[in-house]
């Protein structure tokens, strides 16, 4: 089972600074298979990139994703109100599929 | 507009049995693996089966493969999700959701107690 390691667990920011979240596989991923979601409470996640970088339809260009091989992050350029959520990696790359922890960013 | 709406959540005893359903519509069922991923109350996601376009591959985590089962009608539209042998850790939030991750349902909260 690969395992994705996302960290920091909570990322404590103010509106208009940067995020950059970490996700870490346990082995190498082929990038096409590494999404990012986001997840507000009460809320299913909503997809936010796949392969790694490209964003999903709808999603703004201040969300950007990069990494290959075991290491990947997801950059947000400057964080709106509507950003602070919960972000999740996964990759669906072998089976199991699996998702990392999750990291919080909150106000 | 994609959608896909699930049900049959509820309470149920542990050891018991219960059957999810997610309605799909607004794309082409027919040609769409489709997940369920369930999500523990405070927890992260985790994933819990595909099931390919025809219904003859069926992929399972660990953690439920021999007590769930996954299905299809593709005449109706909608994924099915068996679930028995019910535990207390089997208590979640269940999604279905649109291989290509870009579509999820609501979710329907399933809850393992006595």
């Known amino acids: 089972e690969i395992v994705m390691t996302q960290s920091p667990a909570t990322l404590s920011l103010s509106p208009g600074e940067g995020a950059t979240l970490s996700c870490r596989a346990s082995?190498?991923?082929?990038?096409?298979?590494l999404s990012w979601y986001q997840q507000k409470p009460g809320q299913a996640p909503r997809l936010l990139i796949y392969?790694?970088?490209t964003r999903a339809t709808g999603i703004p260009a201040r969300f950007s994703g990069s990494g290959s091989g075991t290491d990947f992050t997801l950059t947000i350029s400057s964080l709106q109100p509507e950003d602070f959520a919960v972000y999740y990696c996964q990759q669906d790359y072998s089976l199991p599929l699996t998702f990392g922890g999750g990291t919080k960013v909150e106000i | 507009e994609v959608q896909l709406v699930e049900s049959g959540g509820g309470l149920v005893q542990p050891g018991g049995s219960l059957r999810l359903s997610c309605a799909s519509s607004g794309f082409t069922f027919t040609t769409s693996w489709m997940h369920w991923v369930r999500q523990a109350p405070g927890k992260g996601l985790v994933w819990v089966s595909r099931i390919n376009t025809d219904g003859t591959i069926t992929d399972y985590a660990d953690s439920v493969k021999g007590r769930f089962t996954i299905s299809r009608d593709n005449a109706k539209n909608t994924l099915y999700l068996e679930m028995k042998s019910l535990r207390a850790e089997d208590t979640a939030v269940y999604y279905c959701?649109?291989?290509?991750?870009?579509?999820w349902g609501q979710g329907t909260l399933v809850t393992v107690s006595s």
């Open positions: 392969g790694a970088s």
């Open positions: 082995q190498s991923i082929s990038s096409p298979y």
């Open positions: 959701a649109k291989d290509g991750w870009g579509s």
